[in-house]
């Protein structure tokens, strides 16, 4: 690099990431954050922290790597972040545990484990955490036990590797770098010693940026990585290009670009002040009541923040986010954030219900998923349903499906302004945890609303077409708007198919949520429904099958919008209209 240029140069990247010279900048990057950010020092922390139940001692450079039972000892570790990759041998259960523990040569290890030793070796730090080899996977006990402490795992470890770029186990972290022959090059002259020095810099291609190869990297793309990397209050990232760091204060890449992350919810800062907020003394805490603090209403309206710092909004960007993750089993879908949850239950105070929170449950259940696509394209969608329970049918993780969408902008002004003229009334809601961790899996859950009730005579999805046309005037405009929205949306009629469970004397209705009188900003009205099943289980008792909204806008110039949008605005403010005057009783119902 010319000497004149560190300003605005960056340097170059290096041609193999398994180099010294590479690794160094991993080195420096650590020295500088634990030296010099004041944002990353985390004072509440003691020097060293409780050391996870067992932990991988990397020891030195011909030094045999072994699993260490800690005793709960104290110490500074790494935790790795991985893509397993299929059922990998090399794990640790009944058979590998006797070896494991007598140590294992380094030459051994499938290639991800066996670099992610390597680069904690040269950091100059003394154990690592493996699931795979920390956890015993012929346990269901040990795995539910440290399931429920990886906040604690990620969350106290030094410093986080993740391999971002390798799909499985056996793909390892380093790569060859190679560089194009065609890269545009520039002349820098600098003048050294009152001598003109002749340098080439050379142009490196937008396509080099961070997020757009991280973000579609294999590791982004799974859900259980995602906890470890918020939770983490520094990651190291060795993706298809570059090295990556990131912490409170900023991001690095290893061509020395310093950025702030462009995704909110990937930022280090808010959660780490959370997990030093809710971690600390109450004089601590203290510092803290202005980033996050808020009054604590009735369940029924919304929480009333002093400042923009909203957990609640941060939760469900990370839901969102995570949504759009694979799981290799559909039962990991809250153990997969339990860790992330411990988190905001400590700063909100709230009770936590399979992925939703007990004081913000309005908002929580304006959820839609999109639909999963069938894997051969011969279907439209997949309605394979798991084969276990997942969570209650309220909640967005009680499905499979893909991205949730949470439009919780309408329930957050319109409730906090007093624009909302119609909400339900929540009278209970309560989850009943699988296992030991009240953030992982669930048996059973409810919430009881007392709200608006219209009772269906079938399912929205069985009017027929031609019935409608036939008996148009027995049917009402709504019923024709709610059976055009499971028609022609399909992530209603996928929720509706995922979410079915036919019983011999099954009924149908429809409970309004939400109603507000002017959405912020556009002026609309509109109204948030869901639809119910009833499971044969109590007169009262339903099963969510679909939520959908109804909106009254002003009516557009017709050749402006094209005879379809016009129509449809027309049609929708009549079954606005309709819905508004007709005398729908309010009732309590419990919905599971």
């Known amino acids: 690099m010319p000497p004149d240029g560190r300003e605005i140069l960056g340097r170059a990247v290096y041609n193999d990431s398994a180099s010294v010279e590479c690794l160094d900048v991993a080195v420096e990057w650590l020295r500088i954050c634990r030296s010099n950010h004041r944002d990353c020092h985390q004072t509440w922390r003691p020097v060293e922290d409780r050391l996870p139940k067992r932990v ?176 983490a209050p520094r990651t190291l990232s060795y993706g298809p290009q570059q090295m990556i760091w990131e912490c409170s204060t900023y991001q690095a890449d290893e061509s020395g670009r310093i950025t702030i992350p462009t995704q909110d919810y990937r930022g280090k800062n808010f959660m780490q002040l959370m997990i030093e907020g809710g971690s600390g003394t109450p004089n601590k805490w203290k510092k803290y009541e202005k980033l996050f603090s808020w009054t604590t209403p009735p369940l029924n309206t919304m929480l009333k923040l002093k400042t923009p710092q909203d957990p609640y909004e941060r939760w469900y960007d990370i839901v969102q986010q995570f949504t759009r993750r694979y799981l290799t089993r559909d039962t990991d879908t809250l153990p997969a954030l339990a860790g992330l949850a411990r988190v905001f239950q400590r700063i ?164 309004e949520i939400i109603r507000w009188a002017h959405a912020p900003g556009s002026g609309v009205l509109g109204m948030d429904f869901m639809v119910l099943e009833s499971t044969g289980k109590g007169d009262n008792e339903y099963r969510r099958i679909g939520l959908f909204t109804l909106r009254k806008e002003n009516v557009p110039n017709k050749d402006a919008v094209g005879p379809d949008a016009y129509n449809g605005i027309i049609a929708e403010n009549k079954a606005w209209t309709e819905v508004v005057n007709a005398d729908w009783r309010r009732k309590t119902v419990t919905i599971v």
Not at 104 to 130: C, E, M, Q, V
Not at 187 to 200: D, G, L, M, Q, R
Not at 404 to 418: G, H, M, Y
């Open 56 to 231: 991988i001692e990397v020891g030195h450079e011909f030094d045999h790597p072994r699993l260490l039972v800690t005793g709960d000892n104290f110490g500074t570790w790494i935790a790795l972040s991985y893509c397993w990759g299929g059922n990998s041998p090399f794990v640790l259960n009944k058979n590998t545990e006797k070896d494991l523990k007598r140590g294992i040569p380094l030459s051994n290890f499938p290639s991800t484990l066996r670099d992610a030793i390597i680069i904690t070796r040269h950091l100059g730090i003394k154990y690592l955490w493996i699931d795979a080899l920390c956890i015993q996977q012929d346990s269901i006990e040990d795995w539910a036990s440290t399931a429920a402490k990886m906040r604690e795992i990620y969350a106290g470890a030094l410093l986080t590797i993740a391999a971002a770029h390798s799909p499985s186990t056996n793909s390892g972290f380093f790569s060859k770098r190679n560089s194009p022959d065609n890269r545009v090059s520039l002349e820098w002259t600098s003048e050294i010693n009152h001598t003109k020095v002749a340098y080439k810099v050379y142009l490196r291609p937008g396509s080099e940026l961070w997020d757009s190869t991280l973000q579609s990297s294999p590791l982004m793309s799974r859900g259980w990585t995602l906890q470890e990397g918020l939770l």
């Open 348 to 511: 909100t105070k709230d009770v936590y219900c399979a992925g939703l929170w007990k004081k913000d449950i309005i908002r929580g259940l304006l959820w839609d998923r999109l639909p999963i696509w069938s894997s051969d394209g011969a279907t439209r969608w997949d309605n394979t349903k798991s084969s276990e329970y997942l969570a209650p049918s309220w909640s967005w993780a009680g499905f499979l499906g893909r991205q949730t969408n949470l439009p919780t902008w309408r329930a957050k002004d319109v409730l906090s302004s007093k624009l909302g003229v119609s909400v339900a009334e929540v009278i209970e809601v309560s989850t009943v945890p699988k296992g030991p961790d009240k953030f992982g899996q669930v048996k059973s859950g409810k919430i009881t609303l007392k709200a608006r009730f219209y009772q269906l005579a079938r399912a929205p999805a069985d009017i027929a077409e031609d019935e409608m046309v036939e008996n148009a005037q027995e049917i009402s405009v709504f019923l024709e708007y709610v059976h055009r929205a499971f028609r022609d949306t399909g992530r209603i009629e996928y929720e509706f198919l995922q979410q079915h469970v036919a019983t011999p004397t099954q009924r149908f209705a429809i409970i």
